[in-house]
């Protein structure tokens, strides 16, 4: 692999192509087109975070849970996606797909590492963050994706609420970051 | 004499390599070169980004896979 590397890495269309960053603007171009995409395919606007309470329901439902009587999937919408199973979840596939294409392109750029843990307050920062961000995109209804970039484009206004207070709490954010990790 | 100094970012995400080099930066004389190591792609585009701005002198060196050394000259 690494001869393999040690030839192309002079190759200008590998450097366009892999290993140099697209820029900014390419990369906003490029999730604009695929966006349309994903709507026209399935018929709802791109989504990250609902899929993982879908996910949760499921693993809920392995374990012999049911969650036929929680508000959050009494709609027969939701329940019909439930029933229909992970196979056939578009969203899932397109998470999938992004963790995949992520980890295939640190790959080419010769970029993938796995890194260390420098501190406890690391985990102790992520597993909170985690839990804070899961639980706020569920009861926003969305996540910076589903809420604001989707929102944002499907000419709603409540994307560009969900802008104003997201960009509040990334000052809040920095703010702590500095606090506690300087 | 011009001293080097070694700032090790590893492990930490964007935007702490950023504000440690800014700070550590603030400390040296006009001629030291600092080191910055970071294994997070943003920092490779950030950090040198804002030492350009600045007017620094900046080398970015791939060390390792997904392992940079940002060579960052204070010039002025």
Excluded at chain 1, 46 to 71: H, M, P, Q, R
Excluded at chain 1, 170 to 175: E, H, L, V
């Amino acid at each position: 692999m690494k001869a393999f590397f040690e030839k192309i890495k002079e190759n200008e269309f590998y450097k366009l192509w892999f290993k140099d960053a697209l820029p900014y603007v390419t990369g906003a171009v490029l999730l604009s087109v695929f966006q349309i995409v994903t709507f026209a395919t399935t018929g709802n606007p791109w989504g990250v975070s609902g899929v993982f309470a879908e996910w949760g329901a499921w693993i809920f439902e392995l374990f012999g849970g049911s969650v036929d009587k929680w508000y959050y999937f009494s709609s027969p919408g939701a329940q019909a996606t439930l029933n229909a199973g992970i196979l056939n979840h578009a969203p899932t596939w397109r998470n999938l797909g992004i963790i995949a294409g992520a980890l295939f392109a640190a790959m080419m750029a010769s970029g993938f590492k796995i890194k260390k843990i420098k501190s406890y307050k690391q985990v102790v920062a992520a597993v909170l963050g985690g839990l804070l961000m899961g639980y706020g995109a569920r009861i926003a209804f969305g996540c910076n994706i589903g809420a604001l970039y989707s929102g944002i484009a499907s000419l709603s206004l409540s994307g560009w609420v969900f802008a104003a207070f997201m960009f509040v709490g990334a000052i809040i954010g920095s703010k702590l970051l500095v606090k506690y990790f300087m | 004499m011009s001293k080097e100094v070694v700032l090790d970012c590893l492990g930490e995400a964007c935007p702490i390599p950023l504000v440690k080099s800014e700070k550590a930066i603030e400390k040296m004389a006009v001629g030291d070169v600092l080191v910055v190591q970071v294994d997070h792609s943003c920092a490779m585009k950030n950090v040198p980004e804002w030492a350009r701005k600045q007017g620094y002198e900046v080398e970015v060196e791939e060390v390792d896979d997904g392992e940079w050394e940002i060579i960052i000259e204070k010039t002025k």
